[in-house]
């Protein structure tokens, strides 16, 4: 077994780590990000790997850089065999990633060089991409351009959301990450250069692209909302309680229908798009709990014929 530093910091994470530790290897040291103040009292909120890492009694190293010669040589000192890292949130430098006896590698949540990037997995399910993958990457100075050593495909479920999908990669980037370090013990991992065709970016989510625009075609608004499900969230706004109200959209489905883009078509929350329509299934209004279109539906009363913006 291997001398393991785990590089990680959200949720996405945490399936990786454990799974490390239930192989067998010895994790010396888990970097994260620091804890962030978060909530209305704006107290400080560890990350889910810390958590996780204090629970199964791991040292936990929260460096706001690694630029810095002090924890670089902090970071040599743990005489690592490879460092493992999932969507950590800092970039390594050169004197990182050449530390390591076996190098640095990276779970990514997509299929390289297809949405190299931060935002992998909403960017497939916003572009209606049928199917996605995980790749294990040795990490070069480059964003996401290393050798990919392993991968598996999966298909995108017609109704699945970004979240769900999240869960299921976050488990599939586990075990090939398990078997990526079980072939590099046994010196038979082999890895080979990205395509230099097909490659895109999976750019940060801006706000700007999370409200719904009812005038784009129906499956490119389903799209939208299954992508961006359950956060930050698609959404529009409209009349409730004599005020303009942000709705957040969580599921919808594809339906006939027609009319003018934005309009409520009948009483189970159709709406028509630019071409087609779509039926919300689930929102969310702001400062409250999710809940079914019917449950929105009676204590908005909205009439058939209603605009939405």
Not at 167 to 184: F, H, W
Request: charged share 20%.
């Amino acid at each position: 077994m291997m001398r393991i530093t785990f590089m990680g910091t959200p949720d996405f994470a945490v399936p990786a780590l454990g799974a490390l530790l239930d192989a067998g290897h010895e994790v010396i040291a888990v970097y994260t990000q620091p804890p962030r103040a978060a909530g209305r009292g704006h107290s400080l909120k560890k990350s889910p790997v810390h958590l996780f890492a204090e629970s199964k009694g791991l040292p936990v190293m929260t460096p706001p850089s690694l630029r810095s010669e002090e924890e670089q040589a902090r970071f040599k000192a743990f005489n690592a065999d490879a460092a493992v890292v999932v969507a950590y949130g800092l970039i390594l430098p050169k004197a990182i990633l050449q530390t390591p006896h076996f190098g640095c590698f990276n779970i990514h949540a997509s299929l390289l060089p297809r949405w190299r990037g931060a935002a992998p997995i909403q960017r497939a399910v916003m572009a209606g991409d049928a199917e996605t993958g995980v790749a294990i990457m040795r990490i070069e100075e480059g964003l996401d351009t290393g050798a990919v050593c392993l991968a598996e495909r999966t298909p995108i479920w017609p109704t699945e959301t970004a979240a769900e999908l999240h869960d299921r990669l976050a488990l599939i980037g586990a075990g090939l990450m398990v078997k990526a370090l079980g072939d590099l013990a046994k010196d038979s991992l082999a890895c080979w250069p990205q395509h230099e065709t097909g490659v895109t970016y999976a750019a940060k989510i801006e706000p700007s692209e999370t409200r719904i625009d009812w005038s784009r075609p129906a499956d490119e608004i389903q799209y939208q909302i299954q992508g961006l499900s359950p956060h930050p969230g698609a959404w529009f706004e409209m009349e409730l309680a004599g005020k303009r109200e942000r709705v957040r959209v969580l599921r919808a489905t594809l339906v006939d229908g027609e009319g003018k883009p934005g309009t409520l078509l009948d009483g189970k929350l159709t709406i028509a798009c630019g071409n087609g329509a779509v039926r919300v299934t689930e929102v969310q209004r702001a400062g409250k709990q999710p809940m079914q279109a019917d449950e929105f539906l009676r204590g908005a009363k909205i009439a058939p014929g209603t605009r939405l913006s």
